[in-house]
């Protein structure tokens, strides 16, 4: 059975970084394109970031240039850290799993991030 | 940037059919996934690919595509469809795109 569980959420200063990790079961994360993606408060689901099976990434431009995913093999675990938030990166964080091209099949509960001083 | 519209809301009574469009530049030449998300629970894939139904998915849930618009249809609506309901396209430079999502409510 596939299983995605987050954690590493929490309050986070604006200005600081945020990571996020993602254990995985029944599959490995090297052989799926592994994502997140978010949801604001009141507001729908935003995709963040996917990194494919080659190892190839790619971000939303909300979060270019200030965010990382990466997976951990030997864990079988996906992250995200992202940099020098703002109050905009508050929100429920989702990973997720895809075969390429389709949709995302499986996903995680979330973890929460609020980004406030 | 690559955009999606849908409805912001449809309202179905009980036992009736409900219909949610996606529309989007182009959206006839890409691949359309459907979400179901309730609040506090993970969202759902009810449709990949403009037609095809995940194992466990049930039929009177069907998507279709005619030219730029798309479109999830829940035949014999009950109160456990109420959710919100988003659709998602790949795009060449905008990635993953998600629509607004539009929320159903069961009367």
């Known amino acids: 059975e596939v299983q995605l569980v987050e954690s590493g959420g929490g309050l986070v200063q604006p200005g600081g970084s945020l990571r996020l990790s993602c254990a995985a079961s029944?599959?490995?994360?090297?052989?799926?394109?592994m994502h997140w993606v978010r949801q604001g408060t009141g507001k729908g689901l935003e995709w963040v970031s996917v990194?494919?099976?080659?190892?190839?990434?790619r971000y939303a431009d909300s979060v270019k240039g200030r965010s990382a995913i990466s997976r951990e093999n030997a864990n079988n675990s996906l992250h995200l850290q992202i940099n020098n938030v703002t109050v905009g990166d508050t929100a429920m964080y989702f990973c997720?799993?895809?075969?390429?091209?389709?949709?995302?099949?499986?996903w995680g509960q979330g973890t929460l991030v609020i980004v406030s001083s | 940037s690559y955009e999606l519209t849908q409805p912001l809301s449809v309202s179905v009574a009980l036992g009736q059919t409900a219909t949610i469009t996606c529309g989007g530049h182009?959206?006839?030449?890409?691949?359309v996934h459907w979400y179901q998300h309730k609040p506090g629970q993970a969202p759902v894939l009810v449709i990949s690919?403009?037609?095809n139904r995940p194992s466990g998915i049930p039929e009177r849930i069907s998507g279709s595509k005619l030219e730029n618009t798309a479109t999830l249809t829940i035949s014999g609506a009950q109160a456990g469809d109420e959710a919100d309901y988003y659709c998602?396209?790949?795009?060449?430079?905008?990635?993953?795109?998600f629509g607004p999502g539009t929320k159903v409510t069961v009367l």
């Open positions: 997720g799993r895809s075969k390429p091209s389709r949709g995302i099949d499986s």
């Open positions: 029944g599959f490995k994360v090297n052989d799926d394109d």
């Open positions: 990194i494919d099976s080659s190892g190839d990434t």
């Open positions: 182009n959206v006839g030449r890409k691949s």
């Open positions: 690919r403009n037609t």
């Open positions: 998602q396209v790949w795009d060449s430079s905008s990635y993953y795109v």
